[in-house]
């Protein structure tokens, strides 16, 4: 029989938004230590959770998947402790099994999703072993780019911190890898002011290709193709439009360039917030400017003869 100390029990306090279920496993996997009943000793006994197994709780609350239950995705087994050591040889259903070819979901294209993931050079090189919730932890993650009153910097850290969470640690990169892992900073040296970059774009915009038909490419590129022209985003035909501003590009598209109020208010982008009528003024005023040097020019020319 599993007990637990009073400090452990909050998962179950009245008005908690965690399912029944979840609660209960909430008593444990919400807590850095838990309390259980040995009864092969018959004490009392306090141990410390796995920090891999550690679910904080108040993400999961916000989370998207929040409403479901753990044994929804977890065997019901569970429910009895000490869990059955056999029950983490069950495979757990993958995202596709749930979003696949379902209607009710087809607005977010998870099939087509499903496509480039395969296509992705993380897929090619690490094969089954790479799963979607290595990059979108499913006990937190929320539809952040989606949502239309998201700020673009929240949308940038949450992104970026699906690929740091890899790639600037150590541990969980060694867990699909041996090779060493690359230094963010040394590998982007090539980059001016990289921290600017980092807290503005997320690192899918040059490691991805442009796509029409997903709000984002799910295919990661080598390396070697990834983008390294400033041109590529510092011009009219900025590719940010077509992926970190697409969200709020589509309902408000033109043909100004960068003329878009929501844009405007949250970002600029040297080269790339142009404004169509402005651009023509500069150039009447440019133009009027030499006109006058011209004919003050001959001007003097004609005077001295």
């Given amino acids: 029989m599993l007990l637990f100390s009073t400090v452990n029990i909050m998962a179950q306090d009245e008005g908690n938004p965690l399912s029944e279920n979840s609660q209960v496993c909430a008593r444990c996997h919400g807590n850095k230590y838990y309390t259980f009943h040995n009864e092969v000793t018959g004490t009392e006994v306090r141990k410390r959770m796995n920090p891999y197994l550690l679910i904080d709780t108040v993400k999961y609350t916000q989370a998207t998947h ?11 087994d569970y429910a009895v402790y000490p869990h059955a050591s056999n029950l983490k040889l069950d495979p757990k259903p993958s995202c596709i099994d749930c979003h696949g070819g379902d209607e009710s979901f087809a607005k977010y294209q998870f099939d087509d999703i499903d496509v480039e993931v395969q296509n992705s050079v993380h897929k090619i090189a690490h094969g089954e072993q790479f799963k979607c919730e290595m990059c979108h932890d ?26 740091l969470s890899c790639h600037n640690n150590l541990t969980k990169y060694q867990i ?64 940010l439009r077509s992926k970190l501003y697409k969200y709020t590009v589509m309902e408000s598209r033109t043909d100004q360039g960068y003329y878009n109020s929501v844009i405007l208010n949250e970002a600029y982008v040297i080269g790339a917030n142009r404004n169509k009528y ?24 004609i005077n001295k003869k």
Wanted: with cysteine; hydrophobic share 35%; glycine share 2%.
């Fill in 138 to 163: 499913l006990h937190s993650y929320r539809l952040v780019a989606r949502n239309e009153n998201s700020k673009i910097k929240d949308i940038v850290v949450q992104d970026n911190q699906m690929c």
């Fill in 176 to 239: 699909l890898t041996d090779n060493q892992k690359p230094e963010i900073l040394a590998t982007h040296d090539w980059l001016p002011n990289q921290e600017l970059h980092f807290l503005n774009v997320r690192c899918i915009e040059c490691h991805t290709p442009i796509t029409d038909t997903l709000m984002v490419s799910h295919k990661i590129l080598p390396k070697e193709q990834a983008v390294h022209l400033c041109s590529d985003c510092h011009s009219t035909n900025s590719i």
């Fill in 66 to 76: 929040s409403f479901f239950s753990c044994d929804d995705c977890h065997s019901p």
């Fill in 278 to 301: 402005l651009n023509i003024l500069s150039l009447a005023i440019f133009g009027l400017t030499l006109l006058g040097i011209s004919i003050h020019t001959i001007t003097r020319i």
